[in-house]
């Protein structure tokens, strides 16, 4: 596998499940992002990570949850989901986050539908 | 007003026409600008940036900037109907020490043959 892989590739899930999204890059970046994208809207950054560390949370609600376990793997754990949380979720990595023009590189999301 | 403003399209051309994508911004800090292009189904990859005024070509693509007047375009040459694809504009702003890229809403583009 190259690049950055994400799996699911779709979830359906109902508000009362609990699943997780998975994230892997194999580019040996050290920072790691969470996204959501809806139809419409601009991506909406949710989550960063430099080193394993959280350096951003944009004011998500705790109903989604990430984890960072090493530099190579991100989840982000899902709970008592709402309908309007349907949409694509996009993992990216980049090699720092900072001085690097902001390249990041995205995985495929994961197209996630709430009941 | 938002930070980032792309009309979403849809776009319709026929193959071998120049296509014209625009962005506005009202942040004048923001440090670099860029294109991304997303193929149905796929994540978005970098296509171009640049961070100074003016124009930088590669290929059948020119990416053009307007600090002054606080916008971006992206210019397709002899678009092909490989070209269809959504195409988000992003700029780069530093803020407590890292970099923070702000997207439009995404151009949809679709080149007919």
């Known amino acids: 596998e190259t690049g950055v892989t994400q799996t699911p590739r779709h979830l359906v899930m109902g508000m009362t499940n609990k699943k997780s999204l998975k994230c892997e890059q194999h580019l040996g970046h050290n920072a790691m992002y969470w996204y959501k994208q809806s139809a419409k809207k601009p991506l909406e950054l949710m989550f960063v990570?430099?080193?394993?560390?959280?350096?951003e949370n944009n004011s998500v609600p705790s109903r989604f949850s990430p984890e960072c376990p090493n530099s190579s793997h991100l989840f982000l754990h899902l709970h008592t989901l709402q309908p309007e949380d349907s949409a694509l979720y996009l993992c990216a990595s980049s090699q720092d986050i900072t001085g690097v023009v902001g390249e990041q590189f995205f995985g495929p999301g994961t197209r996630l539908t709430v009941l | 007003q938002k930070e980032v403003e792309q009309d979403p399209g849809p776009l319709s051309v026929p193959e071998g026409a120049i296509v014209s994508l625009n962005c506005t911004y009202s942040n004048s800090a923001f440090q670099y600008f860029m294109w991304y292009r997303q193929y149905s189904r796929k994540g978005p990859e970098l296509l171009m940036y640049t961070y100074s005024s003016g124009n930088k070509e590669d290929g059948r693509f020119t990416a053009q900037v307007d600090k002054s007047s606080k916008y971006i375009s992206l210019f397709i040459r002899d678009s092909q109907p490989s070209d269809s694809a959504t195409y988000l504009c992003a700029m780069v702003l530093a803020q407590g020490g890292s970099e923070k890229l702000v997207f439009g809403k995404g151009t949809k583009l679709t080149v007919n043959p």
């Open positions: 990570y430099s080193l394993e560390e959280r350096v």
